[in-house]
């Protein structure tokens, strides 16, 4: 059974920095994807980034990209989201989540494993 336990949110200015963890195991991930997803209150969930862990390949939404780096250490099982210049309509609830299928991986019903989520909460 896959466990994902994040961690590193909590409460950040506009323009800082946070890096999310998204510790993995249960399994051995060489032909997952894992992907970071949000979500705010009042909205859907959405895609932020993903990234294949055989590859490295990596996915962003526009929204985010160039200001955050997904990776991922092997030896660690972990998965990493290094985010800067945090705005703060970046506040949310971050969520890991894991998937075999990798097919469509900007959609959350391609995942079959979720964390519990971690608040990032971004002032003005």
């Known amino acids: 059974q896959v466990q994902l336990v994040e961690s590193g949110g909590g409460l950040v200015q506009a323009g800082g920095s946070l890096r999310l963890s998204c510790a993995a195991s249960g399994r051995t991930f060489g032909n997952y994807v894992m992907g970071w997803f949000r979500q705010a209150p009042g909205k859907e969930r959405e895609f932020v980034a993903a990234?294949?862990?055989?590859?490295?390949?990596?996915y962003y939404s526009d929204s985010v990209k160039g200001r955050f780096t997904i990776s991922r250490d092997n030896a660690q099982n972990t998965v990493y989201l290094q985010m800067n210049s945090l705005k703060p309509e970046d506040t949310a609830v971050y969520y890991c989540a894991a998937t075999r299928a990798g097919s469509v991986i900007f959609s959350e019903y391609e995942y079959d494993d979720w964390g519990q989520g971690t608040q990032v909460t971004v002032s003005s």
């Open positions: 990234i294949r862990w055989s590859s490295k390949n990596t």
